[in-house]
């Protein structure tokens, strides 16, 4: 099975939700082809094949098209064999999903709104919300790990991965920003685990220097501050 | 159902979220601004319904529960989700879609504060609406629903919104599946809304609209009390 499938990777280095779907394709041991794409000019075949959202990742299976990085890391998981992502018990299943769900919805959100803030009193805001929703997140890691390492028990699983994608860019953000979104005094739990999944031969594999982040959010910020002048 | 489970749902009539799942012990929340202590003890991140409480363990958001009620009584009664991965892929893709994109996008067009975020909402609506046409033709492949020849996970996702749906035009003056526009989706809600497990549980567009009504009254109200004490 592993290496024989025709499997496709449209991404970017620095994504987050694409780095969840190479953890997830690399615990199962496949082989893929990866195409870097260049968002500020996107390829034809990315808007052919995600039309509607015209986003990275997008897995291409045997010539088919899946988007969004938490339905390809559940396909991924449902189809391959090999290491489980998401628990086997649908109670703990649901678990998963539920907190994949607030982080996607109320964290993902936030941190980025930082990013993009046009304001310091808008960056404030933002910076009030990630926090708010990170300690949320640490009650859930002590509920969801059961004194276990990380969130999937022994190993890392589904929400490990979700988390743990953003945090060389929580690493970005407190490089430019002095903002520690995860610390050791106010989210002890999720500090130990960053360090545990930050050393993890998985993370290792496919997670990028903070640094790479920096300098996105550099070209991104230019980028707006051009469309701003060419507005007005 | 399976015999022995302890099912109870925390619901509230007009919830979108909670039409779709519907049966079972049902326990009418008293209303979004009274909620009850078995609400705020069981959903404490949200605080919002709808909540399964299955032998006595809650599972909250309705995606999540569809799932788990799949997931758990498989093989009692028809399955929500395809058995393929790929067009399982593609019906969670479709259902994410309804509720990331869709679903704000005509709350902006109800909740909109100027005339022009509300114009800007009822556009985004129509060409939101507008895609799940494409959806529904693709995937459907002519069959009557998202699901193929019976409902399934995406019909029952965008079926919850039946009430708001029909109640929408006598509210906003919009018809989000527009029959002209929409022709697809606009027969879909028909063909959904007279299912036998949906049609006694979808409330009637003149309790809909009293609600909605109600909530517009409340909001302006809000809106005029934080206003006055800048």
Not at chain 1, 31 to 37: F, H, K, L
Not at chain 2, 46 to 75: M, T, W
């Amino acid at each position: 099975m592993a290496g024989k499938e025709d499997l496709k990777l449209l991404g970017l280095l620095v994504s987050p939700f694409v780095i969840r779907v190479r953890m997830a394709l690399s615990m199962k041991g496949l082989n893929y082809e990866y195409v870097e794409e260049d968002l500020f000019n996107k390829s034809e075949l990315l808007l052919k094949l995600n039309p509607v959202h015209k986003k990275v990742p997008v897995l291409i299976h045997n010539g088919k098209p899946i988007c969004e990085s938490l339905v390809i890391l559940q396909y991924v998981d449902e189809l391959f064999t090999g290491r489980a992502i998401l628990p086997t018990d649908p109670y703990e299943r649901a678990t998963a999903r539920f907190w994949a769900a607030y982080i996607e919805d109320k964290l993902c959100p936030a941190w980025i709104g930082i990013l993009k803030a046009k304001a310091e009193e808008e960056r404030a805001e933002k910076v009030k919300e990630t926090l708010a929703a990170i300690e949320h997140v640490e009650v859930a890691f002590a509920k969801c790990s059961n004194g276990n390492v990380f969130f999937g028990g022994d190993s890392i699983g589904y929400l490990d991965i979700v988390l743990g994608s953003f945090l060389f860019w929580f690493e970005a953000l407190r490089r430019m920003y002095g903002l520690e979104i995860i610390n050791t005094s106010k989210t002890p739990l999720l500090a130990a685990w960053a360090e545990r999944f930050g050393g993890s031969v998985e993370a290792k594999e496919v997670v990028p220097e903070a640094d790479k982040a920096v300098q996105y959010a550099n070209k991104l910020h230019a980028a707006a501050a051009v469309k701003l002048v060419s507005s007005e | 159902m399976a015999g022995g489970d302890d099912l109870k749902l925390l619901g509230l009539w007009s919830s979108p979220f909670v039409l779709r799942l519907r049966a079972y012990e049902y326990i009418e929340e008293e209303a979004l601004t009274n909620k009850g202590e078995l609400l705020l003890k069981y959903n404490p991140v949200h605080k919002k319904v709808p909540v399964l409480i299955h032998n006595g363990k809650p599972i909250c958001e309705s995606r999540v529960i569809l799932q788990y009620i799949d997931e758990a009584f498989a093989g009692t009664g028809p399955s929500l989700l395809p058995a393929d991965p790929y067009e399982r892929a593609i019906a969670r893709f479709w259902a994410a879609y309804i509720d990331d994109t869709m679903l704000p996008v005509w709350n902006k067009s109800s909740t909109g504060k100027t005339e022009e975020e509300i114009a800007e909402g009822k556009k985004q609506s129509l060409a939101t609406a507008e895609v799940l046409e494409g959806a529904l033709r693709d995937c459907g492949k002519g069959k009557p629903f998202f699901g193929g020849d019976s409902a399934g996970y995406v019909d029952v996702e965008l079926g919850g919104l039946l009430g708001w749906v029909r109640a929408s035009d006598e509210l906003h003056g919009v018809k989000p599946f527009d029959p002209e526009r929409t022709p697809l989706l606009a027969a879909w809600s028909e063909r959904f809304g007279a299912l036998e497990a949906v049609e006694p549980v979808v409330p009637e567009v003149s309790r809909v609209v009293e609600f909605g009504k109600t909530m517009w009254k409340a909001r302006l109200a809000a809106a005029a009390a934080a206003g006055a004490s800048n």
